[in-house]
């Protein structure tokens, strides 16, 4: 992935979007949903990336039965919600600059 340095912090915005606004996230969704956006992401980085993100106090997770094996699923802390109210915030004040410039 071009750019990955820059990308990453991306990523994970989008991870924690999914995880504060949405249902449980898990990770081979979490793949095919950033595939949607234009991301090329491996388990390989994606796995670390939300493991760091639940040692960082970003994401909870607990594993989840599917048939007969399971799935670890993860939703978004109190952190993690403050911490997506803090970067939409961020966001939008960059996106206003983005357009403006145009």
């Known amino acids: ?17 999914h995880a504060v606004e949405g249902d449980e996230v898990y990770g081979q969704w979490m793949i095919d949903e950033l595939r949607r956006h234009g991301y090329t992401i491996s388990p390989g980085t994606l796995y670390p990336m939300l493991s760091a993100m639940e040692r960082k106090g970003y994401l909870k997770s607990k594993r989840q039965p599917v048939g007969h094996s399971f799935r670890r699923v993860y939703r978004a802390t109190a952190r993690g919600r403050r911490a997506y109210k803090a970067a939409k915030a961020r966001v939008r004040e960059l996106s206003r600059e983005l357009i403006e410039g145009l």
């Open 1 to 17: 992935m071009k750019y990955q340095d820059l990308l990453r912090g991306l990523i994970r915005l989008h991870i924690l979007f």
